[in-house]
C-alpha cells in the first residue's frame, strides 16, 4: 500500500488543522493506521492509532483530548483532526499502516509540515 499524508502548513497557537493520508493501491480498511511526527532535532514519536476492526483508537499522552482520528473508507483516507494547536506540536507527521497490531509499521509515506507559530 502506498500512502500519502498532506493539508500541512502555518497556524496559530490554538488553531486547528486536518490532515489527511490517502492510501492507494489496497484498501486502508484492512490496516491499523497511524500517525506519527518528528520536530526538529528531535526522535520520531508516536501520535496515535486506529485499529483496522474496530475503529478503536489511541493517543501519545500529549495529544489526548485535542487529536482525533477517524477513517472514510469509501475515499480510502485516514485524517488526523488536530485542535487547540501548540507550538510544540509542530514537526513532520506521517502517517504508517500496518497489517496486524502486533506487527511493526510495515508502510509509511512521505510526511507533512506543519508549523504551530504565532
Known amino acids: 500500500v502506498q500512502l500519502q499524508a498532506f493539508g500541512g502548513g502555518l497556524v496559530h497557537p490554538g488553531g486547528s488543522l486536518r490532515l489527511s493520508c490517502a492510501g492507494s493501491?489496497?484498501?486502508?480498511?484492512?490496516?491499523?493506521m497511524g500517525w506519527f511526527r518528528q520536530a526538529p532535532g528531535k526522535e520520531r514519536e508516536f501520535v496515535g492509532r486506529?485499529?483496522?476492526?474496530?475503529?478503536?483508537?489511541l493517543y501519545a499522552d500529549s495529544v489526548k483530548g485535542r487529536f482525533a482520528i477517524s477513517r472514510d473508507n469509501a475515499k480510502n483516507t485516514v485524517y488526523l483532526q488536530m485542535n487547540t494547536l501548540k507550538t510544540e506540536d509542530t514537526a513532520v507527521y506521517f502517517c504508517?499502516?500496518?497489517?496486524?497490531?502486533?506487527?511493526?509499521?510495515?508502510?509509511w509515506g512521505p510526511g507533512t509540515l506543519v508549523t504551530v507559530s504565532s
Open positions: 504508517a499502516a500496518r497489517s496486524i497490531m502486533t506487527a511493526p509499521w510495515h508502510y
Open positions: 493501491g489496497r484498501a486502508l480498511r484492512n490496516y491499523d
Open positions: 486506529i485499529h483496522k476492526n474496530s475503529d478503536n483508537t
